[in-house]
Nanobody
């Protein structure tokens, strides 16, 4: 399983970006996906995650109401729509996958405190929010 994040860039405060996570896998149907970020000098944190079984989602408090996660299993891609961006959103954003066939909703359950248990990680994409 390989993941590739894309869509990062430089954006002004208040602007929007859409990140994509393309997953190379036979079927995305049994994988939960999470978006994580790491700002300079800070630890990695969970941003938003989506499960495969029922599409349940979770968001960090800092992005609720501004970010939206979605998935397109046919395209094997998960998106993170980021609106009303703030300078504090500046970070390298990465996506990761966790198998959910035997562990339903693992993506949401592990999103914020146990995300190191995700099975597969991709390279990150840099998001810079600055005027």
């Amino acid at each position: 399983v390989q993941l590739q994040a894309s869509g990062g860039g430089l954006v002004q405060p208040g602007g929007s970006l859409r990140l994509s996570c393309a997953v190379s896998v036979f079927s995305l149907d049994y994988y939960g996906i999470g978006w994580f970020r790491q700002a300079p000098g800070k630890e990695r944190e969970g941003v938003s995650c989506i499960s495969s079984s029922d599409g349940s989602t979770s968001y960090a408090d800092s992005v609720k109401g501004r970010f939206t996660i979605s998935r397109d299993n046919a395209k094997k891609t998960v998106y993170l729509q980021m609106n009303s961006l703030k300078p504090e959103d500046t970070a390298v954003y990465s996506c990761a996958a966790v198998e959910e066939l035997l562990s339903p909703n693992a993506a949401v359950r592990l999103c914020f405190s146990d995300f190191n248990e995700y099975d597969y990680w991709g390279q990150g994409t840099l998001v810079t929010v600055s005027s």
